[in-house]
């Protein structure tokens, strides 16, 4: 194969990865992936909210997953609410709608000897909430936020 040939193989082989990338982010640019680390209780709970709450108005499309652990499930308990009455569970379907994932460790829920019975239906479960952060970060490229 000739230089010139050569370079048009190359040159169309470089637009085709361009136009594989360009369509696999949607057109734009790559969507957000963020980690919210919740375990110091329902303070922390409250604040870590409303940063996603923000989060979200201005980035809706962000995939954002919330991995609780130690005191950090606390909120995610039935009945659970804030200083002022509000039931998390309801602030937690809502953003459930909009995509935000809400993950519970399990040694957590071994060692508090607490049941998965005893949490709101918007959660899933995770064996490790530190070993499911560092999963998410190096092999998911998540970006890493403790409010």
């Known amino acids: 194969m000739n230089a010139s040939k050569?370079?048009?193989?190359?040159?169309?082989?470089a637009l085709l990865v361009a136009i594989a990338a360009y369509a696999a982010t949607g057109g734009g640019s790559p969507q957000d992936k963020?980690?919210?680390h919740f375990s110091d209780g329902v303070a922390q709970a409250s604040n870590?909210?409303?940063?996603?709450?923000?989060?979200l108005e201005v980035n809706p499309t962000a995939k954002i997953i919330?991995?609780?652990h130690a005191r950090g499930v606390d909120f995610?308990?039935?009945g659970a609410k804030d200083t002022n009455g509000n039931k998390y569970e309801d602030l937690v379907e809502q953003l459930a709608l909009r995509g935000v994932q809400f993950d519970v460790c399990e040694i957590t829920l071994r060692n508090r000897r607490l049941d998965r019975q005893q949490f709101i239906a918007d959660?899933?479960?995770?064996p490790s909430g530190?070993?499911?952060i560092t999963r998410l970060q190096q092999r998911e490229g998540f970006a890493y936020l403790k409010p």
Not at 123 to 126: D, E, K, N
């Open 66 to 68: 919330v991995v609780a």
């Open 130 to 132: 530190v070993a499911e």
């Open 76 to 78: 995610l308990m039935k």
């Open 123 to 126: 959660v899933t479960y995770v």
């Open 6 to 13: 050569r370079a048009v193989v190359v040159g169309g082989s």
């Open 34 to 36: 963020v980690v919210y």
């Open 48 to 55: 870590g909210l409303r940063n996603i709450n923000n989060h």
